[in-house]
């Protein structure tokens, strides 16, 4: 598989998908605020928040994106331990 396809911080055993066994691939998160699973609140209420006031990202839980299947297109969840 493709380095450029998985987010740099995976393990090489997430690379298959659960369902099917196929290549699994990095999808980043399409959130239009979301930068590495998190966004800048002051951009969304500068009088509240200052610059670097963050929040997680809700779609991506803070990972930035998820794995999926193009084959199957199933999305699989992305953990903090690197595990499915």
Excluded: Q, T
């Excluded at 995976?10 to 990095?26: I, L, N, Q, T, Y």
């Excluded at 605020?33 to 839980?61: F, K, Q, T």
């Amino acid at each position: 598989m493709s380095e450029s396809l998985l987010h740099p911080d995976f393990d090489d055993d997430r690379s298959a998908c659960p369902k099917c066994g196929g290549d699994m691939e990095w999808a980043d998160c399409w959130m239009i605020d979301c930068e590495d699973g998190w966004y800048d609140l002051s951009e969304e209420d500068p009088v509240n928040y200052g610059p670097g006031d963050m929040a997680r990202c809700s779609n991506c839980d803070g990972e930035g994106g998820w794995l999926y299947c193009p084959d199957c297109e199933k999305k699989s969840p992305v953990s903090e331990e690197g595990k499915l």
